[in-house]
């Protein structure tokens, strides 16, 4: 998986491209070219970008408290000061007032000592920024998989479509041919009204399956920010495997290493329990150095004269004695804080195995399903032959005919299915154990022919 600034990277050189090739008109066809484009629109991964760069300052500002710091303070004043004269009584004198400026400048030095507070702040920090990372990178596989989703939603709405269009063309050449065998008395009446109930149905099938596929290609203007109307097929000679390798604890064993949703609740636990320490710290005293350095000026006369200079240097300690009870609330917050980390570690951590479990079987179960699909394919066109042969001599009737079609598209539609919901629980399950990444997309558009374009449909009434 790229690390996170290499998708930081990646989102930028993508705005630099895209913007010279006038984005509004880019085309785009392929797999990757929807990711790429989702990388740089994405809502959704620009958010989880923010939200990582704001969290991943938390390391620099908790650093700060432990590096010394230095501060300039100035001062400057007018002072007024009126003196009383002595006083006579035939003949008093007004007061004396005087006006002078005073103005002083420190630079002041401090470093912190010993201060347990601020260390365990620091050490949560990078725990804080370890979770953001793996959010982040959680977040990346996630757009990875919802780009396949809605690309393969496409296809899978196109196959429907092109099973429900040719059952529709097939029905009506067979109305077709039946009307034209009882026009000459071959066949009865009834055989026509089979016939066009079920042309009748199949039209509405299409026109259901015209509006899902148009409707597939709205989740791509979400992603990307364009309103996509072409993607290119799945190529028929797509490799359809077993995992690798055939042994289900070893997938769990590399999830429980390298999930990022479970690497993201590890941290939070560790941030927990550093919480747990900072809370405690409270009790602790504190120590600073402080050296400081000052230059006072004064327009008033006094026995130390109008200018003075002072260097000091200072060792401070604070003992906290009592706070109201606040530091022994927080400790107890503190705890509560981390038993939630830990009960939330090992739900996830549960989840994680159960969803590796899970997908690792489908994966197996959709190989032997993409396989028994395929069989049931040339099974069904096989049927269809023999049941239009009985019609033809008159062993099999109409109905025996339509329903034998409905099952051959029926099973081309499953076989397109099952196909692509194989490559989508691949992802599924590199996503879970934390090897999914854009690689992963890239070879999968390999198969991606640019010889079959599948086009948004306007859905028309018949």
């Known amino acids: 998986m790229k690390t996170v600034q290499d998708v930081i990277q990646v989102r930028k050189t993508l705005m630099v491209l895209f913007c010279a090739l006038a984005i509004g008109s880019v085309h785009a066809e392929t797999l990757e070219d929807i990711y790429n484009l989702a990388v740089l629109n994405d809502p959704q991964l620009g958010v989880a970008q923010a939200v990582f760069l704001s969290r991943n300052e938390v390391v620099a500002q908790n650093r700060a408290l432990i ?16 003196f009383p004269t002595n006083p006579s009584r035939t003949s008093p004198n007004p007061p004396t007032t005087a006006r002078f400026n005073d103005h002083s400048w420190a630079a002041i030095l401090n470093q ?6 601020s260390w365990y702040r620091f050490q949560q920090s990078k725990s804080i920024q370890a979770e953001a990372v793996a959010n982040f990178a959680t977040e990346q596989q996630s ?17 429907a479509l092109s099973a429900s269009g040719a059952e529709r063309d097939a029905v009506q050449r067979q109305l077709e041919q039946v009307q034209q065998r009882f026009d000459v008395g071959l066949v009865a009446i009834t055989d026509v009204l089979e016939s066009q109930a079920a042309y009748d149905s199949s039209t509405v099938n299409v026109i259901e399956a015209e509006g899902a596929q148009s409707t597939s290609f709205e989740p791509l203007l979400r992603l990307t920010g364009s309103n996509l109307q072409n993607v290119n097929g799945l190529e028929e000679e797509f490799p359809i495997k077993y995992p ?76 906290p004695i009592y706070q109201g009870g606040r530091v022994r609330s927080l400790v ?78 029926l099973s081309q539609f499953q076989y397109a299915s099952a196909r692509y919901q194989y490559v989508l629980d691949t992802l599924r399950l590199k996503q879970a154990v934390g090897t999914l990444s854009p690689e992963d997309i890239y070879d999968l558009n390999n198969f991606i022919d640019s010889a079959i374009t599948v086009s948004r449909t306007t859905p028309t009434t018949r």
């Open 67 to 82: 590096l010394p710091s230095l501060s300039v303070v100035g001062e400057t004043s007018d002072n007024r000061r009126t």
């Open 332 to 409: 107890r917050q503190s705890g509560y804080d981390l038993e939630a980390a830990q009960q939330n570690f090992d739900l996830i951590q549960r989840q994680v195995v159960e969803a590796t479990r899970s997908l690792y079987t489908a994966i197996n179960t959709d190989v032997a399903r993409v396989r028994a699909r395929l069989r049931g394919i040339e099974s069904s066109q096989s049927a269809l032959d023999a049941t239009q042969t009985g019609y033809e001599v008159g062993t099999r009737n109409i109905v025996d005919v339509l329903n034998a079609q409905r099952t051959l598209y």
């Open 143 to 159: 757009l990875l998989v919802r780009v396949a989703e809605s690309y393969f939603a496409i296809l899978e709405a196109e196959a």
């Open 112 to 117: 912190p000592v010993f201060r347990l507070d």
């Open 244 to 319: 690798e390798p055939q042994n289900e604890e070893a997938w769990v064993e590399i999830a429980l290493q390298n999930n990022y949703s479970l690497t993201s609740a590890r941290e939070r636990l560790h941030t927990a329990e550093k919480g747990v320490k900072l809370a405690k710290a409270g009790h602790y005293p504190t120590i600073d150095a402080q050296i400081a350095y000052g230059h006072n000026v004064s327009g008033s006369a006094s026995f130390l004269g109008n200018k003075l200079d002072q260097r000091s240097m200072s060792l401070n300690l604070t003992v």
